[in-house]
Nanobody, 126 residues
Framework: QVQLVESGGGLVQAGGSLRISCAAS????????MGWFRQPPGKERELVAA????????YYADSVKDRFTVSRDNAKNTVYLQMNNLKPEDTAAYYC???????????????????WGQGAQVIVSA
C-alpha cells in the first residue's frame, strides 16, 4: 500500500510563491507517474500538473502554465509543485496522486490515479 503525505501549504499574498511537497511511503514511486490536483471551495477537483515517472515529460493545466512547475526526486520518493505568481483563484486544497505501478506516463483524469494524499490547503489573499 502507498501512503502519500502533502506538506508546505499555507497562506500567501497574491504574487507570492509557495512550494508544496508530496512524500510517499510504502513503496517506491520511481516507476509511477504522479499528478497534482486541486479543489477550490465549492468546486470540483481538477488536474493542475502531472509528471512522468522519470520527470522527462510534464503536463500543466492552462490556468497554471508558466507559473507552476512540477518536479520529482525519485531518490527521496518525493514530488514537488512550485507555485509562483500566485493568484486568489489558486486558493484550493491541493492533492497529490500516484498512478498504479508501471503506469509511466502522466494521466490527465482523476480515474488515472490510484493513490491519493490527504490534501494541503493553499490560501492566496488579494
Amino acid at each position: 500500500q502507498v501512503q502519500l503525505v502533502e506538506s508546505g501549504g499555507g497562506l500567501v499574498q497574491a504574487g507570492g510563491s509557495l512550494r508544496i511537497s508530496c512524500a510517499a511511503s510504502g513503496r517506491t514511486l520511481s516507476a509511477t507517474a504522479m499528478g497534482w490536483f486541486r479543489q477550490p471551495p465549492g468546486k470540483e477537483r481538477e488536474l493542475v500538473a502531472a509528471i512522468s515517472w522519470d520527470g522527462g515529460s510534464a503536463y500543466y493545466a492552462d490556468s497554471v502554465k508558466d507559473r507552476f512547475t512540477v518536479s520529482r526526486d525519485n531518490a527521496k520518493n518525493t514530488v514537488y509543485l512550485q507555485m509562483n505568481n500566485l493568484k486568489p483563484e489558486d486558493t484550493a486544497a491541493y492533492y497529490c496522486a500516484a498512478r498504479s505501478l508501471g503506469q509511466y506516463s502522466p494521466g490527465t483524469n482523476e480515474w488515472d490515479y490510484k493513490y491519493w494524499g490527504q490534501g494541503a490547503q493553499v490560501i492566496v489573499s488579494a
